[in-house]
């Protein structure tokens, strides 16, 4: 998923890629990944806007991630927030002005890239996510879905991020076809 602040959905889509001419409508999540499945693109972007921020949720092969600086071109504002479920750990990058500001993956926040890896270092000791010299703070016996949900919750109350499940689930969005190539 792909969020932005500065701009609307449908040039989020443009700049994640979207094919010219009119997407195929509105879409729900099992509809997307049933369109992804006979497209020729690499994803069907979804879009919306809620609380200031443009969201994309892609189905297929997200190109949030690798567009992450151009998405934020202009002064723009842009997360990607990744859940890998083939292949762990979750994924978030936040850019800013069409630079990388910071990214890292979730369990592996003491990892940081970016130009500014230690942007949210004060929010992840705060959590108790990092200790104070920007290493890991979890015990080995912490459960990682704990230590996850502080994260998240460092970046929903960092970015003002708080995106119902069902508009990523279940609404029928506005949808376009994205090619990374």
């Known amino acids: 998923m ?23 409508g509105p879409l729900d999540a099992g509809q997307a990944w049933r369109l992804y499945d006979t497209v020729d693109g690499d994803a069907v972007a979804r879009v919306g806007t809620w609380a200031g921020w ?8 997200p190109a949030g991630g690798e567009r992450l600086a151009e998405v934020s071109r202009a ?23 069409g630079e990388l500001v910071c990214c890292f993956g979730l ?30 703070a979890a015990s080995d016996d912490e459960p990682g879905r704990d230590r996850d949900r502080r994260t998240l919750a460092v970046l929903e109350h960092r970015f003002g991020l708080s995106l119902p499940r069902h508009l990523i689930e279940s609404a029928a969005l506005p949808a376009y076809v994205t090619c990374t190539r």
């Open 107 to 136: 369990g592996e926040e003491c990892w940081r890239g970016g130009h500014r890896p230690d942007f949210l270092v004060p929010e992840l000791v705060a959590a108790k996510v990092l200790a104070p010299d920007g290493g890991c």
């Open 54 to 61: 443009a969201f994309a949720v892609e189905h297929g092969l």
């Open 75 to 97: 002064g723009v504002e842009a997360v990607h927030l990744d859940p890998q479920p083939d292949r762990p750990p979750r994924q978030f990058a936040y850019a800013r002005d």
């Open 2 to 24: 792909t969020l932005a602040r500065g701009i609307g959905p449908a040039e989020l889509a443009a700049r994640l890629g979207a094919l010219p001419g009119p997407g195929p």
